[in-house]
């Protein structure tokens, strides 16, 4: 009985000896806040604070800040109750033209986005006075439709441009108030899946590499402390590359709450891998954000950019 009770108390002393260090652990480490909105393009910062919760290594660990739209995610970025946030690119811009105080670090993703369109579009020659859903004005899925017009000799002028929030577009396109629509994903892949739409066009076969989502940090948070920063950005590039389809669709279903034809639908058109922002990218997105319209006086890649994390 002596015996039994000894090894009892010992099993249970590693216990609280392993749990006190754990927590000891994560007290030492550093928080910081990640804001980001549930969808596929936010699943490198989603992979990261995942490995780093599961890991003892590193001075970090981060509080990831969930948002329903958009416009609370930015309202947040830009008071600094984040320290940063996965984000629409050209949002981000926009805020730093406006003397937000932030920086793009690295891509949230490459390609990922499609134009779904109802069944009885033939082709891009038939978006002609067609009703397109977008997001914002202010996002990639605004230049991929000008982008998809003009392959086809068409202007955003000979449609009908609504902005809508994403999760309200499937069933707008199953109900016929749309004609088709370009989003983050896996909305796209929601309404090919319900069977609402088709895929008149995926973003590569348009703009190659296009940049949509950046990740972005405050100036308070690089400049107060550099040395998280730096392994922050370190980490959330190592976990883009890391990030294998199989892995996605595993961080997808636990944040992300999609069933599994929409997410293997869906994740067939992204990729994590190499996010830096570079020159050339940044440019090829400047040149668009004017171009069509989006911003007369985008930041320069040197004042928006860091580069050298």
Partial sequence: MKKYLLL??????????????????SESKETVK????????????????K???????????VELVKYGSWPELL??????????????????????SEGV?????????KDG????????????ADLKGRTIAIPHRQSSHNILVNLALEENGLTIDD?????????????????????????????????????????????NELWEDSACCALVLTDKFIDERPEAAKEYVEQYKAAGNALTEEEAKAVAKEYLNQKDDVLDISLQWISYDDLEITEEVYDSLVEKVKKYGLSDNPP??????LSDF
Avoid at 34 to 49: G, Q, R, V
Avoid at 113 to 124: E, M, R, T
Avoid at 159 to 184: F, K, Q, R
Wanted: with cysteine; aromatic share 6%.
């Fill in 75 to 96: 309202d947040a970025l830009n008071s600094g109750q984040v320290d940063g946030a996965s984000v629409l690119i050209e949002l981000a811009m926009k805020s730093k």
């Fill in 34 to 49: 990640i804001a980001y909105l549930p969808i596929t393009h936010s699943l490198a910062a989603l992979e990261e604070a």
């Fill in 113 to 124: 986005n499609v134009i779904v369109v109802s069944d009885d579009v033939k082709d891009g």
């Fill in 159 to 203: 449609i009908n441009v609504v902005e809508l929030a994403p999760t309200e577009m499937p069933s707008a396109l199953a109900a016929g108030t749309i004609d088709g629509y370009c989003v983050a994903e896996p909305f796209g892949a929601m309404g090919v899946s319900i069977g609402a739409g088709k895929v008149l066009y995926e973003s």
């Fill in 51 to 61: 490995e780093l919760e599961a890991s003892a290594d590193g001075n970090i660990q």
């Fill in 300 to 305: 320069a890649y040197e004042d928006f950019v």
């Fill in 8 to 25: 009892t108390l010992l099993v249970l002393s590693t216990f609280l000896l392993v749990g006190c260090g754990k927590a000891k652990a």
């Fill in 101 to 109: 105080g932030i920086k793009a670090v690295a891509l949230g993703h």
